[in-house]
């Protein structure tokens, strides 16, 4: 990607595709996958072009598919191993995968808010692929944001003073015990989430972590899961961190996806950030999340 006349972006393509379709939804990132069928075991070339794919556009989606819970978990190993959430229930047999469901009469989604998924693991995910086993005939749209883009837009010296900053992550404002979310969370009968007081551990992160297959530099920073600069108290930290999480989140860095039944959503978690809108009141929707691990960012 690059900027163009009048600060616009524009997407570079780094190569040709011929084992699969891609088509980019936006400006910022996002892509369309088209032939392929996950529900096969997936030829290495063909997979070697998702992964590209992956790197070149940050978020892939593919739709019709029709999956099992293995070949959803069998289509994710390929990229890495799985991730069982520590705080979070999963489906029956199956502990690499998360139901993520909101019933017609409940209130609280999941994953409501701008987030990078699990940064408060001091090996946070790769990335995680989402599939759509029901979904609303409206609303419920997902929309993700490049933060290579969120870095690559800051002043110079913006970029100078965040490469010196360590950030604290916990996942203690979403799961800790006495954390307004976990009330939240609580309010959300078809999921079983758990407060903990192990989700008040802390772990450090870069403030601008570099892409470990890229060697682009993103920012790494998400209102869900950051509570501080490492050297910093809370409050002295926030004016900073809230003007990242709006700068991080803005219109120009992002692109939305409507789902449909059969749609899957594969996305880099070490470049992007995610908000599931809540926007359904009513009607059903039911997905299922696997997380490929990932490694220490730096």
Excluded at 30 to 55: F, K, M, N
Excluded at 73 to 100: C, M, Q, W, Y
Excluded at 211 to 233: C, D, I, Q, W
Excluded at 255 to 284: K, P, V
Aim: aromatic share 10%; with cysteine; glycine share 10%.
């Amino acid at each position: 990607m690059h900027l163009g006349e009048h600060g616009m972006v524009t997407v570079v393509e780094t190569g040709q595709y011929t084992h699969i379709g891609v088509s980019p939804i936006s400006g910022a990132l996002g892509a369309e996958i088209s032939g392929v069928d996950l529900s096969q075991t997936v030829d290495d070339a063909t997979l070697g072009e998702i992964r590209r794919a992956l790197l070149d556009h940050c978020v892939i989606f593919f739709r019709g598919q029709t999956l099992t819970p293995d070949r959803h978990k069998d289509f994710s190993r390929r990229f890495g191993t799985l991730n069982v959430h520590p705080f979070v229930g999963h489906v029956a047999g199956h502990p690499e995968i998360i139901p993520i469901v909101k019933e017609k009469d409940e209130k609280v989604n999941f994953g409501g808010g701008w987030h990078t998924d699990m940064s408060f693991l001091a090996e946070p995910p790769l990335g995680s692929v989402l599939y759509a086993l029901e979904t609303p005939a409206y609303g419920g749209d997902t929309l993700f944001a490049s933060q290579y883009l969120a870095y690559d837009l800051l002043s110079p010296g913006m970029k100078q003073m965040l490469g010196g900053l360590t950030a604290i992550h916990t996942a203690g404002m979403q799961y800790g015990v006495e954390s307004e979310a976990s009330k939240n969370n609580a309010k959300r009968k078809s999921m079983e989430t758990k407060a903990t007081e192990e989700a008040e551990t802390t772990v450090e992160h870069p403030v601008v972590r570099t892409h470990p297959e890229t060697g682009r530099k993103a920012l790494y920073v998400n209102e869900a899961f950051t509570l501080k600069f490492k050297g910093m108290s809370k409050r002295e930290s926030r004016p900073l961190l809230q003007f990242l999480f709006e700068h991080a989140t803005q219109d120009a860095f992002t692109c939305r996806f409507r789902w449909e039944t059969g749609s899957l959503a594969f996305w880099d978690n070490r470049c992007t950030q995610h908000y599931a809108l809540n926007d359904y009141h009513g009607q059903r929707r039911e997905m299922h999340r696997v997380t490929v691990d990932g490694d220490r960012p730096f």
